[in-house]
């Protein structure tokens, strides 16, 4: 069994893409159990002295911050605060993203600056190795006082409240804990809200974003080189020295990967008798170049935040300080997440314009990519569906991090609505991997009107692995099934190509 050690060691995508694929176990470093008791230690030594009020810990939450609260209460507190604080709506969030919740929430506490009790976040590896997830609602963050909603239903079976996923059913978590002999936790001063403050939720929702998004840039690179090889491309706007005289990372980057794409290929190598190619394939670079830039720069922020400190008040102990701050406001995510929802779309934008111009009869391929059009109508209806997906995205990619609302009797007067971005951004992508998986429908179908002429060994290769998915269409048939079956190629197609292409994200 492969086991992730919580510490102080940073925490990147590789390592967070490996513990998910790996089904790794979660255990704390002695490192961060350390550091965990030290602080816990601190704050009750604090307390038992303490007589001007912290906010959270001895006072009300948000505008009852001047709201002292007696001593013996302060456990009752935390406890009514988890209470409260749960009123998320709408769908259930994926099981993926709430294993994603529950280990950023471990990492995030494991730090010794958030004064939670050890049980409390070895319960939460509890949770996760055992597989007993929370059920967490999509909808009710404002992304600005951390996710207080959903990170409320993700702490309220530590009481013994709320509802969890067990073997593949919904129950009351308090029928669940003895089954494991896990007593409920006694919340202590300021553990509500450590728990319920932070940004797991949008950096949940980020990180499963992004670990999609980085795979579906390089598809997206893969497929859109095979519908430049079907629409009798040129090679020329993929040169090196036109990308170099730009400077731009991601463009040079792409040009080289369809450079590697397409070696030795006799199609892209053969005389042209057209001049130039439609932008969606001669700025191809430019295009998935720029989206890759954003997403790189995307990767850095999550990265940032998926290693930081999210609650309040935060607890240095070394500097005997607690200080009432704003960690927990989702502002860098936000504005992250509707530029990554943005960039996102474009991929699909213009691979939907490849797809269209494959329909177009011309280059030598049949109107529709059917022998018989007119009897046959052909590839004309699955890119009215990836333009209705392009359509929807562009829909979505109204930036939610513009907006914001007065809460709490206006204590919390800006919040950063980095929720909502979240979840939007991840349908963005979702609605990218059925684009895609159209463009590739059609792509390869093109293909095959330039026969005998081949392309590169690995883009026939991987035409071959999707033949053995979805066939050629040589007369109207049922169409729904085969765009399933090629987005799930795309989700399980193994990426074997070159490192000079996989190390460009």
Known sequence: MNTHYISAEKLTFQRLFDIIKGNYKLALSE????????????????????????YGISTGFGSLCDTNISKEDLGQL???????????TGDFVPKEIIRLM???????????HSGVQLITVQRLIDFYNADVLPVVYEMGS????????PLAHLALPLLGMGEVYYKGEVKPA????????????????????ALLNGTQFMSAYGVFALLKTFRLSMLADVIGALSLEAFDGRIEPFFD???????????????????????????????KAHVQDPYSFRCIPQVHGASKDAINFIATVFSDEINAVTDNPTIFPD?????????????????SLDNMAIA???????????????????????????????????????????????????????????????SSQGQEDHVSMGANAATKALRVVDNLERILAIELFNAAQALEFRRPAKSSDFLEQFVDAYREKVDFVTNDKVMYPEIAHSIEFLRQVPLEIPDAITNAI
């Not at 935390?78 to 998320?88: I, T």
């Not at 029928?175 to 006694?186: A, D, K, N, S």
């Not at 463009?251 to 070696?263: C, H, N, S, V």
């Not at 500097?319 to 504005?335: C, R």
Request: glycine share 8%; hydrophobic share 40%.
């Open 344 to 406: 996102i779309s474009e991929l699909g934008n213009i691979s939907e314009r490849r797809t269209y111009k494959l329909l177009s009869g011309k280059r030598n391929l049949p109107a529709f990519l059917v022998a018989k059009p007119g009897l046959n109508s052909g590839f004309m209806i699955p890119q009215y569906t990836a333009a209705s997906l392009v359509s929807q995205n562009k829909q979505l990619c109204t930036p939610a991090s513009v907006d914001s609302i007065v």
């Open 174 to 193: 308090a029928e669940v804990l003895p089954v494991f002999g896990w007593e409920t936790i006694q919340l202590k001063s300021k553990e509500g809200l």
């Open 102 to 112: 529950l280990l950023l929430k471990a990492q995030s506490l494991s730090y010794g």
């Open 78 to 88: 935390q406890e009514n605060l988890v209470m409260s604080h749960a009123c998320g």
């Open 319 to 335: 500097d005997d300080l607690i200080i009432s701050a704003g960690n927990f406001h989702g502002q860098p995510l936000a504005l």
């Open 31 to 54: 490192e961060a159990v350390a550091k965990i008791e030290k602080c816990r230690n601190y704050l009750d030594e604090k307390m038992e002295h303490q007589t001007t009020p912290i």
């Open 241 to 271: 020295q036109v990308h170099q005289v730009r400077h731009h990372k991601g463009q040079i980057a792409t040009a080289k990967r369809f450079r590697d794409l397409l070696e030795g290929s006799e199609l892209i190598s053969r005389e």
């Open 142 to 149: 404002l992304g600005a006082s951390g996710d207080l909603a």
